[in-house]
Structures are given as structure tokens and as C-alpha cells.
């Protein structure tokens, strides 16, 4: 997945591209015939039913980062003041909920509440994958919506009954989570269904609206969220709650895409045909054929393929599951040791996630450093959103099309563009652990959040360096990564902010500090990456030349 001039300019809803169609060409010889392919389940979606299913995906999930938002604030403020009253007792004084002993049991409670919530994820987001691609993407997307709104209710639960519930009761909510996956299983079928219904040209500005709605909907929560706070914390918390149930409903209401997954047209040899290759179609059986190599290697299409099959003993399940295991293990062995540069990618990125998920502290940061209220911290969450907005939307779509225009290879630009990003991440994060101000604070989130597209160009880049047939075992190493990342961070960023309060108030940003090094590290890693070995590097699986690498 490359992101180029053509792929942004390409309608989003348009109806009329060539693309959208699958072409069967009666003229063609045997051999083209044979590699035409199209999965049993597989036909053309109607322009009425994309324009449909992008909408609700696309309202989805602006409501989803309302409700977020609208419950994430509340939530931290009625933690605080019940852990207020459990130490100090029920007639407290609100300036003590700033003392050390309550700030360090909030961030505790808190790092260890965002790891609780990753292990579903981490254990389930596999297995919810295999079923997404059998009985489809609706039902688990739904069923991961209905987890992450029921651990948001329990966890309202146990903050309106504090003298039922101790504070660290709410670490128990994250077992919902194993009910659908929770939000790494919801994010991913949210990118699946618009990886079905969209085109190879059509994906990745497809892709660039998913981030812009993201960013779009915390830019539009977190000022309602100062006006809910300003009618109570409980206020705001339950409409939070509302938006939750309705993005729930929304989920289960999506129609279902995997029937219209795109049709991928392969090589006699099993290689793409173009060079080119699908990030979120695994290829699919040859017509006529009813088991393959291919089908071994991608579970989705040998579950498409198995429709029509009777079911297997229920002995030959386990034996079959330790072999996909094996073999994932094998290929994540072939592409990311044996091919170093794509490994060095993939730490590159890991740790770039991992020096992120500072951001969350943030709020409990900039409460304990600047005297902020619980309000006007979640009032920073909108920089970050509109900073990353302005950058989605204007400035890497502009500066793409610039370096286009100087015939600077795709390649290329997506690695200069990480190595910029990668620089930005950093700085912005170590100038937030130092700032002494709110405006330093504030420009500190802006210069981070310029760096935003790192996480977009490492993967489209890593893309254009796999081939086909290994894409699905990347994408599922770069989730567990990722998942990986932020469950050691919660714990982590938390220590550091508790040994900063023992330290003293200069030491407070001590998790921003230390995320901004480990952002530096991912920014050496990408930055010692020379143009000259990615330009002209073929497929890790196939050893083909990247046609693109010349420029056009």
C-alpha cells in the first residue's frame, strides 16, 4: 500500500470507477483464465451499498470517540475523589485528592486498568479474525462494541457505589473485553470492512478519512465534554454511555461486507501479477481449485472455500490449528529475521508505539503539574486532534503531492517522510516532560502531533516490501506489536509518574521524558535506513523489483 498522488485524488464514493468491477474476459487464454480469481462468496458491491457502509463506519466512529471521550474525563475525576475518600475518609478536603498518596494510587489503578483491557485483545484478536472471516464482519464488530460499552458500564458501576466497590474493583470490568476483543478487534473490522468495499486506488484515501474521522470526532468531543463537565462529572459520564450504546447499535446495523471482498487477480506462479500486492485481501483459491498452497497459508480464503464442505471432525481441529501456528511462526521468522530491513522497520515502529502511549498521562499529568481541572486537561486531547486532523488532511497529502511532482519515488517519500516524523515525535514529547508552562505544554503536544504520520508511512512502506503472500502474517505481527507496546506501557508510563512524585514536581513529567528517548531510539533506527535500500528492492517474497522505485 503506497500512498501516491493517484491514490489520494481517487473519489472516495465515486460510483464510476473502472475498479469497482470485477471483469470476467471470455477472450483471454486458459492461463489468463486460471488466474483470474474470485472467491465462491465474493460479487461486486453497489455504489448505493458503499456510500451505505462508509457512512455508518465513518459515523460510528466519530460517535465512538464522542462517547470516549465524554466518559474518559469524567470517569478519572469521580476515580480521584473516590480515592480521596477511601484514604482520607468521607469528610475530606478536595486540596488533599493532589496529594501524593492519591495522585499515585490514580496512576496506578489507571496504567494497570489499560493493560487489563489489552489482554483480551492480545489473546482474542486472532481467534475474532478467523471468525470474522467465516460468519462475518458484522457480528464480531458488533459483539467487540457491545464488550468495550459493557466494561464502560461496569466500570461507571463501581465508581457510583464506592462504598460496595474498593477503587481497584474496576480492573475486574476488563473481562467484558474477551466478549468481541474489545477495541483492537472493533478497529479492525472497522479497516477490514472498508478494505472490502474499496478499490486498491480508493484504500488508502479511504484509510486517510478513517483517521481524519477519528481525529474529527475527539476534535468535536472534548469541547462538549467541557460543557458536560460544567453540568457534573455523572452528567457527562452518561452520555458517554448513551454514545457507547449507540455506536453498539450502529455496529450490528452495518451491513455485512464479506461478500464483496475484492477479487485478486494472481500469476500462474502464485505471484502478483503487477508487482503490486493487497494489504487486506488474502489471496484467494485459483478457479476450480479446491485446496492450494495458498489456501494453507491464508486461513480467509480457505474458509470462503469451505462453505461448501461439510464440516471437519472436531479431532482434526487442533492438529490444524497448531499447524497455522507453525507456519505463522516460520513466515514471521522468514520476514522479519531473515530480512533485516523489514525487521528493523517493525522495532522502529514498535517503539514508536510503545514512546506514544505517554499520551496517557497526559491528563493526570497536566492536573497534577499546571493545576488544570479534570475539564480543561481533556481540553488538550483537542490540540492533539486537531493538529493530527490539519496533518492527515492538508499537510501530508500536500507535501506527498509536492515530492510527486520533484519524481521522488514512493519509497522514498514514505521513508523521508517517517525519518521526518519520527524526528518531530520525539522533540514534541521530551519538550512536554520539560515544559514549565502550560504554553510550552501546549506547544510540546502540537510539535508531536506533527509527527502523527510516522505510523502511516512505516506501514505503507513495509508494505511495498512484502509481497502478497506474506502480508497478512505482517499486519498480524504489527497488531500484536502493537498491542504488546501499549499493555507494557500503561504500567510502565505509570511507575515513572509515581517515582516523579516522590522525586518532586520538576520530576513530574518523568514518563514524557523517558517516551521522548525511546521515540529518539525509533527515530535513529528509521534515520541510519538509506534511500539506496529501499529504491529498487524487490518483494521479500518473490524478489521482484518494485516497478515504482524509479519514479514516474
Not at 513530574?508 to 539506496?532: C, D, E, K, N, Q
Request: glycine content about 10%; charged content about 15%; hydrophobic content about 45%.
Amino acid at each position: 500500500m503506497t500512498i501516491g498522488t493517484d491514490s489520494e485524488r481517487a473519489p472516495l464514493l465515486g460510483p464510476g470507477n473502472e475498479n469497482h468491477r470485477i471483469d470476467f474476459d471470455t477472450s483471454t487464454s486458459e492461463s489468463d483464465t486460471a488466474s483470474t480469481v474470485l472467491p465462491p462468496a465474493t460479487r461486486p458491491i453497489s455504489p448505493a451499498k458503499r456510500i451505505l457502509v462508509l457512512v455508518l463506519s465513518f459515523t460510528l466512529l466519530i460517535t465512538l470517540a464522542i462517547g470516549g471521550s465524554l466518559l474518559d474525563v469524567p470517569i478519572a475525576e469521580i476515580q480521584e475523589g473516590n480515592i480521596c475518600r477511601h484514604i482520607h475518609g468521607p469528610d475530606f478536603d478536595p486540596g488533599k485528592c493532589k496529594d501524593k498518596d492519591v495522585q499515585s494510587e490514580l496512576s496506578l489503578i489507571r496504567g494497570w486498568d489499560t493493560t487489563f483491557t489489552l489482554v483480551p485483545s492480545l489473546l482474542t484478536s486472532v481467534p475474532y479474525g478467523a471468525v470474522a472471516d467465516r460468519y462475518g464482519r458484522t457480528l464480531v464488530l458488533g459483539l467487540s462494541l457491545l464488550g468495550v460499552t459493557l466494561k464502560a458500564a461496569s466500570d461507571a458501576l463501581v465508581c457510583a457505589m464506592p462504598h460496595v466497590f474498593q477503587p481497584r474493583t474496576i480492573w475486574l470490568g476488563s473481562l467484558f473485553q474477551f466478549l468481541g476483543g474489545g477495541g483492537t478487534v472493533s478497529s479492525a473490522m472497522i479497516y477490514t470492512i472498508v478494505a472490502d468495499i474499496s478499490t486498491e486506488e480508493q484504500r488508502v484515501s479511504t484509510f486517510f478519512y478513517i483517521g481524519a474521522s477519528l481525529m474529527g470526532g475527539a476534535l468535536i468531543a472534548n469541547p462538549i465534554v467541557y460543557i458536560a463537565m460544567k453540568r457534573g462529572a455523572w452528567f457527562a459520564a452518561i452520555t458517554g454511555l448513551t454514545c457507547l450504546f449507540v455506536s453498539t447499535a450502529i455496529g450490528f446495523l452495518t451491513p455485512e461486507t464479506l461478500d464483496n471482498a475484492a477479487a485478486v487477480k494472481i500469476s500462474p506462479a502464485d505471484h502478483p501479477a503487477n508487482g503490486s500486492s493487497q494489504a487486506d485481501d488474502a489471496p484467494p483459491l485459483r478457479t476450480g481449485d479446491t485446496t492450494s498452497p495458498s489456501s494453507a497459508n491464508h486461513p480467509s480464503s480457505a474458509q470462503h472455500n469451505s462453505t461448501s464442505q461439510p464440516p471437519r471432525p472436531l479431532n482434526t481441529i487442533l492438529p490444524r490449528a497448531v499447524a497455522a501456528l507453525t507456519h505463522t511462526a516460520h513466515s514471521a521468522r522468514f520476514l522479519f529475521w531473515d530480512h533485516k530491513l523489514v525487521g528493523l522497520l517493525l522495532i522502529s515502529l514498535t517503539l514508536e508505539i510503545f514512546g506514544r502511549s505517554s499520551f496517557l498521562q497526559l491528563m493526570q499529568y497536566a492536573t497534577k503539574r499546571y493545576g488544570m481541572s479534570y475539564s480543561e486537561a481533556g481540553l488538550l486531547q483537542s490540540v492533539t486532534a486537531f493538529t493530527t486532523l490539519v496533518l492527515l488532511l492538508v499537510i501530508l497529502p500536500g507535501t506527498s503531492r509536492l515530492l510527486h511532482t520533484l519524481r521522488v519515488s514512493e519509497r522514498e517519500k514514505e521513508l523521508r517522510l517517517a525519518q521526518v516524523s519520527a524526528v518531530l515525535s520525539a522533540a514534541g514529547t521530551i519538550l512536554q516532560g520539560l515544559a514549565e508552562t502550560k504554553t510550552l505544554l501546549v506547544a510540546g503536544i502540537v510539535v508531536a502531533g506533527m509527527g502523527g504520520g510516522y505510523t502511516f508511512m512505516i506501514r505503507s512502506l513495509m508494505t511495498s516490501l512484502v509481497g502478497g503472500h506474506e502480508i497478512g502474517v505482517m499486519y498480524t505481527s504489527i497488531a500484536f506489536v502493537d498491542t504488546f507496546a501499549v499493555l507494557t506501557a500503561g504500567p510502565m508510563f505509570a511507575g515513572l509518574f509515581n517515582i516523579g512524585l516522590v522525586w518532586g514536581d520538576a520530576w513530574v513529567g518523568l514518563p514524557f521524558t523517558v517516551a521522548g528517548w525511546v521515540l529518539v531510539a525509533a527515530a535513529v533506527l528509521v534515520r541510519v535506513i538509506r534511500s539506496s535500500m529501499v529504491v529498487g528492492v524487490g518483494k521479500v517474497d518473490d524478489g521482484e523489483s518494485d516497478e515504482g522505485a524509479s519514479g514516474d
